[in-house]
């Protein structure tokens, strides 16, 4: 990536701005997950021990532009302070007299996180007078919100119109590791995509025809794959946007590219808790049956398709994961992409939740916290948030820091 960076600007005796993507869910004051606080430590914590001082902001939830009590930073705050050891201040608003004080209070070290952005409807309407509000809270502008930065809100691309501005640490490995899939991934390439509709992942699977060797598709899209290769689908999901993925397949076989399907499901007559199911080849599915799951003798054949694999790109699970009746076949397929001796990259979402849950994580090579941004650049499309940071080689480091 080309773009400025923290390590282009002198933060020294500056009051860094830095949007994070702090949006973790909570169980009333208690954060569940604070992965994306921890992926924004670096940037966090490389302005506070170069002199600098930090202004913090996120957003929480879909308030709407009101303010939802429930969805207040304050327990966002308590634990990052908790993973920083020093205290972190949470402030009642994002702007305002009250807060522009407070900010300008602020010693070298200290940080302090605004209230919820978009408890003002100005943030998602990129609001240029709220972003200008924002900015004199800063010298300096970060974006390290990977996860927001195909949004083009106030905090995210407006803002820069009137501040310094690079991008975090975050940010900077996001970019790195996803353009690396599309510029210079090693081969053979594959990409193992789910979900449950094509509509959501026909433009990744168009855009990444250049650049994979194997396309490996569960989930509920493969319903759709395998009604076009004249399978019963029982009830299973099928989109109607056929014409697509005839397109895609015609496409993929036209480059040579291998596109493999389920061979076997886990069929139930609806998703529940305690319903009956059971394993059938996919040219037996029952009429009055839906497809929930990829069966063992796809995972067999998943797994060997990515035996041999250089680069591995996974976005999506394989069925209904949150049920556990339907989550053998990602959780089963995890463990696979794990053991492999390649890069691993992993859409954020669903997928980063399979790869907890199975305790996994830690052996890929990086999990995308962004699942939204994540798929809009691998669909080939310009991120706002990131467009409109400079590049490096048009702005020096004095410039920016002046």
Known sequence: MNK?????????????LMRVDFNVPLDGQRVTDDTRIKAALPSIEYVLSHGGSLVLMSHLGRPKGKVVEKLRLAPVAARLQELLNRPVLALPDCIGTVIDEQVRSLGRGSVCLLENLRFHPEEEKNDPAFARALANLGEVYCNDAFGTAHRAHASTAGICEYLPSCAGFLMEREINFL????????????????????????????????????????????????????????????????????????????????????????????????????????????????????????????????????????????????????????HALAHAVASC???????????????????????????????????????????????????RSTVSATEASA
Request: hydrophobic share 45%.
């Open 4 to 16: 400025m960076t923290l390590h282009d600007i002198d933060v020294n005796g500056k009051r860094v």
């Open 179 to 330: 353009g690396q899939l599309l510029t210079e991934p090693g081969h053979p390439f594959v990409a193992i995509l789910g979900g449950a509709k094509v509509a959501d992942k026909i433009a990744i699977l168009s855009n990444l025809l250049g650049h994979v060797d194997r396309f490996l598709i569960g989930g509920g899209m493969a319903f759709t794959f395998l009604h076009l290769q004249g399978h019963n689908i029982g009830r299973s999901l099928l989109d109607p946007d056929l014409e697509n993925a005839r397109r895609f397949l015609d496409e993929a076989s036209r480059l040579g590219k291998q596109v493999l399907l389920p061979v076997d499901v886990v069929v139930a007559p609806e998703i529940g808790p305690d319903v009956p199911t059971r394993i059938v080849p996919v040219n037996e599915i029952p009429n009055d049956m839906m497809g929930l799951d990829v069966g063992p003798a796809t995972v067999v054949a998943f797994a060997a398709a990515i035996d041999d694999a250089k680069t591995i790109l996974w976005n999506g699970p394989m069925g209904v994961f949150e049920n556990p009746l339907f989550a053998t076949g990602t």
């Open 341 to 391: 001796d390649a890069l691993t990259v992993l859409g954020g979402g669903d997928t980063a939740a399979a790869a907890e849950q199975m305790g996994v994580a830690d052996r890929m090579t990086h999990i995308s916290t962004g699942g939204g941004a994540s798929l809009e650049f691998l669909e080939g499309r310009e991120l706002p948030g990131l467009a409109v940071i400079p590049e």
